[in-house]
């Protein structure tokens, strides 16, 4: 049965000139919107290192844009042209005073904000971003808006997860041909001008042709410029840039990554005559010997390759999360070292590559990973957070043979960052490792430890972790670089400032009549910020499972929209359970993944593993999407409803960093206690429209 689309207290959307039919225009819509939002993240993450370390952040002026395009929609007299113009604006801003990295200081929590930074200052530019992603996205969900005011709601919903699978799997498949943004930039071009130059008078598609495209054209030569430049290239994480020089006659090829020095390959014989600690591993490990097994983390562009086959290794397994950055190495770097036949390369996440061989080794040696940027969709995991844990350690000595040992080094602007890494390996091991520190402020740490003591051989005795040494990093709380046991200010500040305007925002924008709207769905609001701490669990559950590459993550995304539309089709086709039974299955979804935890799916046979992750994952989602549905069908405004709910998951997504104090596990506890509430205010009896 279809739902009224005039439902009283609905104010009907303006007329809508196109072309095209209210369903295409809804797919089109809300996959111009996920595409625009993903693209925001990367792009404005590459040229501004702060956004490297707080994504999250264009995510939540996402959300709040999307919020009020949806309140906006059913009031709003013309179409959202200040979308294009804002989004010209912010690309041309962007590119005319880009952040990067310049020298380093140091902080509670380590990050590259911390760092001596050119460009505007963090406060400046960061509200210009937050504000400008919300006041973008919020023209692509007007349009959706629209779109559901003129089909029933489930209907509508199902169109706009269509569309928003859409747009992930477009920009997924971009992602995976290492496309420039000059190709995203004509994605997002062509879709404004489809949908928003309408069809009626010459005169008025004649402006609207000239509002839409003119900050987008400027936009379009801005991102043409960085896509051609030679030494610019795209890999799934970063924008990469490459400069090739000569230092002493030697040759050295500089990679930055998103505005941020990353590494050099040089040849090994004057890497090792520069920087003798890179020979340390082999000096300090198995007694002396010279391991002939070796298993490289972080293989990068293939200096570190290059010296383990200077130092005897007979094969080396050499795992880079990073294709362009390995592919980079392979093409010019002076040693060669991936052509040689001892190698083996492995593109894939460290972690998960232990996870999935039985190979045992001489040398494990983690060299330098340091993946300068969150994994997208969550808001304190870094591609490499799960490397540091005691439990990735453990799993590293599980794959050591007889006499073999497991090393780490990297460049660390704290002593206590280098103690928390000596006691962690102490944990996983049992005994402590050796330690050498190259350098004062900038210190580069060797950790070597042996599989027993008597397999390392150290030049003095590590004298032990201090007082003010912070506990290993876990698997629940893979944190490496948060000192403090508690969220740090910085975060609060900057989240409390975000909640506060987006309730100016939403009472802006939204007209005088935005909360009013709202106050019946309270209930809605709480469903969305619960989803999205489901959401973020799954993220990280699944990078923690099968590994923090782009291609899990885009999965896991898909994974979760794929459960949100079977919970629809699932309610508009068939008669559920009411509202009260579904939330009893989504706590006990909810407890079963309480119950079994991700290091209980850690110990299980990767295709095991993979079907009892989907199970627990996606049945608290499914469960709480039937609940959002059957709730969403009977409101009486489509628009505040569904407004509401997306508020809810900007809320979510501050929620989120709660993981920094309680652990990612601890994100289910919050998601229980908003469920509860959401349960609590729903409302007593059903309302007349039915699906």
Not at 178 to 198: H, K, N, R, T, Y
Not at 328 to 343: A, F, L, M, S, T
Request: hydrophobic letters at 50%; glycine letters at 8%.
């Amino acid at each position: 049965m279809a739902v009224d689309s005039s439902t009283p207290g609905q104010v009907s959307a303006p007329r809508w000139h196109s072309p095209l039919g209210v369903r295409t225009r809804l797919v089109a819509s809300s996959a111009l919107m996920l595409f625009l939002e993903l693209a925001l993240i990367r792009w404005t993450g590459s040229n501004v290192v702060h956004l490297s370390y707080f994504s999250n952040f264009v995510l939540l002026g996402s959300f709040l844009g999307i919020g009020i395009g949806f309140l906006r929609s059913n009031r709003a007299k013309r179409l959202p042209f200040y979308s294009p113009v804002m989004l010209g604006l912010l690309v041309l801003v962007i590119a005319w005073k880009p952040v990067t990295v310049d020298r380093g200081s140091s902080s509670s929590v380590i990050y590259f904000t911390s760092l001596d930074t050119t460009g505007p200052p963090v406060w400046v530019i960061l509200p210009i971003v937050f504000v400008a992603a919300a006041v973008v996205l919020a023209g692509p969900a007007e349009l959706v808006g629209r779109c559901f005011a003129e089909l029933p709601r489930l209907t509508a919903y199902r169109f706009d997860l269509i569309g928003s699978l859409l747009g992930i799997v477009g920009f997924t498949v971009l992602s995976f041909l290492g496309a420039p943004p000059i190709w995203w930039g004509v994605i997002v071009l062509l879709s404004f001008v489809v949908l928003m130059v309408p069809q009626e008078k010459a005169t008025a598609t004649a402006l609207s042709a000239v509002l839409v495209a003119t900050p987008l054209l400027a936009m379009i030569g801005v991102l043409f410029h960085e896509s051609t430049r030679p030494e610019n290239s795209w890999s799934p994480y970063y924008k990469v840039q490459t400069s090739s020089q000569e230092w002493q006659g030697v040759p050295l090829l500089t990679i930055t990554v998103n505005g941020v020095p990353h590494q050099q390959a040089i040849p090994a014989e004057n890497r090792l005559q520069w920087e003798p600690q890179y020979g340390l591993p082999y000096q300090r490990a198995v007694a002396g010997k010279q391991p002939k097994n070796v298993l490289i983390i972080g293989a990068g562009s293939g200096t570190d390759v290059a010296v383990a086959l200077r130092n005897g290794a007979t094969h080396v397994d050499a795992v880079e999360i990073d294709p362009r950055i390995r592919d980079i190495g392979r093409e010019k770097h002076p040693d060669r070292p991936y052509q040689d036949p001892r190698v083996t390369s492995h593109i894939d996440d460290g972690r998960a590559f232990l996870s999935r061989t039985d190979k045992k080794y001489d040398l494990i040696l983690l060299a330098l990973p340091d993946s300068l940027t969150l994994v997208n969709g969550a808001s304190s995991l870094r591609l490499e957070s799960y490397l540091f844990t005691q439990q990735a350690f453990e799993s590293a000595r599980e794959h050591l043979a007889p006499g073999g040992a497991f090393a780490m080094y990297n460049y660390y602007r704290e002593t206590w960052l280098i103690d928390r890494l000596a006691s962690t390996a102490e944990a996983a091991f049992g005994h402590k490792p050796c330690v050498d520190k190259v350098g004062d402020d900038l210190q580069q740490a060797v950790v070597t430890v042996g599989l027993t003591e008597a397999d390392q051989t150290c030049a003095s005795a590590w004298p032990g972790a201090t007082e003010i040494t912070p506990p290993p990093a876990t698997d629940n709380r893979p944190f490496l670089y948060l000192f403090t046991d508690r969220i740090p200010s910085l975060y609060l500040v900057t989240l409390g400032l975000i909640l506060v305007a987006g309730v100016i925002g939403v009472g802006i924008a939204g007209g005088g009549s935005s909360y009013r709207r709202m106050r019946p769905y309270a209930d809605l609001f709480l469903l969305g910020a619960g989803f999205m701490l489901l959401e973020t669990k799954s993220i990280t559950g699944f990078a923690l499972l099968f590994g923090t590459t782009w291609v899990v993550n885009a999965i896991v995304f898909a994974g979760v929209l794929l459960a949100v539309l079977a919970a629809v089709e699932v309610t508009r086709r068939f008669k559920t359970p009411p509202l009260k039974t579904m939330y009893v299955v989504l706590f006990a979804g909810l407890l079963l993944s309480w119950v079994f935890p991700d290091s209980w799916l850690l110990s299980m046979p990767v295709g095991l593993r993979a079907l009892v992750a989907v199970m627990i994952a996606f049945l608290p989602i499914f469960a709480a999407n039937v609940v959002f549905a059957k709730r969403f069908t009977d409101t009486a405004d489509g628009t505040a409803s569904f407004g509401a709910n997306l508020l809810g998951a900007m809320l979510g997504g501050c929620l989120e960093y709660a993981a920094l104090l309680i652990g990612f596990d601890g994100l289910l506890i919050i998601a229980a206690l908003l469920y509860v509430g959401a349960f609590l205010l729903r409302p007593k009896t059903s309302g007349v429209i039915r699906a």
